[in-house]
């Protein structure tokens, strides 16, 4: 499921609307970037949207 990891920013649905305003079922995903991250004492994957990782709500894990 594309869900933020850590803000829980999800797919968002809607209508997309012709010219001539007939209305479609549509959906908005979330720009997720899959990170290696801190998590507790350990690193892991997650999958993170770019305004955690922009805002810095996410410690990104040094890689060696």
């Known amino acids: ?3 933020c990891s850590v803000c829980g920013k999800g ?4 209508n997309s ?3 001539s305003n007939v209305k479609t079922k549509r ?3 979330p720009n997720l970037q899959q990170v290696r ?3 507790g004492s350990n690193s892991q994957k997650i999958e993170v949207c770019t305004r955690c990782l922009r805002s810095g709500k996410v410690q990104r894990a ?3």
Do not use: R
């Not at 797919?11 to 809607?14: K, L, M, N, S």
């Open 17 to 19: 609307s012709s010219h």
């Open 27 to 29: 959906t908005w995903s």
């Open 62 to 64: 040094i890689n060696n």
């Open 37 to 39: 991250a801190v998590v």
């Open 11 to 14: 797919v968002v649905a809607g």
């Open 1 to 3: 499921m594309a869900k």
